[in-house]
């Protein structure tokens, strides 16, 4: 029996994001049970940079439900998330629990490779922005192992079932689950599949998933992009997640050696400025 969880992050109930998630569960082959969350439900607080969750029993000290819901996720076998679009985004509650992401590191053997499937949701066609790379970066840094992220438009609660064709790519979605990783076709990332990147000098592409850079060339068939490892990879691979994570902790280090540079620096700006408070 394996054990889905599925994410939504919207606030509607039987929206479009639970309706998806539901239908896509409805279609994966393997016998399974399912919970569910809605992100909204808990109170979720910002990350406080103090690096503490890296150290102090690696466990966040900010005392909220972040552990109601990253429990769950560690005991799953596969993930489904669902997100609406807000701006041109995706909702913030999405990057609000992903910033809390360094408390994951004291989990990365539990979540490495997890299977997980995504899907954005927008208004009106073409006015998605972002929401589908937030989609993938939040998949990403759960250390999940993507199998296929879509979007799906409808602005109405349950809009996206007047199209039957939405229906049909849940199935599709959820048949995928468990099974093959789905290879995405070019223009996307020869590292990490990522399909957004920004355009910078000399013909040069960064992927904006894993942030490495490489070059555009034609081809007969398009563009074709080949990206190239960077110094400090973050997400490729299980190594690299552990490299980085021993980065971090090498700060605590830096700073002790660096305290009275920092101190320096930072003190002509204490005094004479207005601040408004709650």
Known sequence: MKHILGI???????????????????????????????????????????????????????????????????????IIVAAPTYLLGASAVLKLFQDRGLAFSAHIDRLWGKPSIGVGIAGIPGKEGRTLLDIQSFLTFLKTDIKQTRLVFGALPGEVFFNEANRQMAMALGQSLFGEKTIPEQPCCTLCGGDTFRFLENGQVRCMLCSNAGSMEWSPRGPFISIQRGEHDMILTKADVIHHREWLRGMKHRFAEEKSRIRDIAMPYKEGWTWIRP
Request: glycine share 2%; aromatic share 4%; hydrophobic share 35%.
């Open 8 to 78: 939504i992050a919207s606030p509607r109930k039987l929206g479009n994001c639970e309706l998806m998630v539901k239908e896509m569960t409805r279609h994966v082959p393997e016998p399974h049970d399912v919970q569910l969350v809605r992100l909204q439900d808990f109170d979720i607080k910002p990350c406080k940079a103090c690096y503490r969750c890296l150290f102090d029993k690696e466990r966040c000290v900010i005392d909220d439900d972040l552990n109601k819901i990253l429990d769950p996720i560690l005991e799953a076998d596969a």
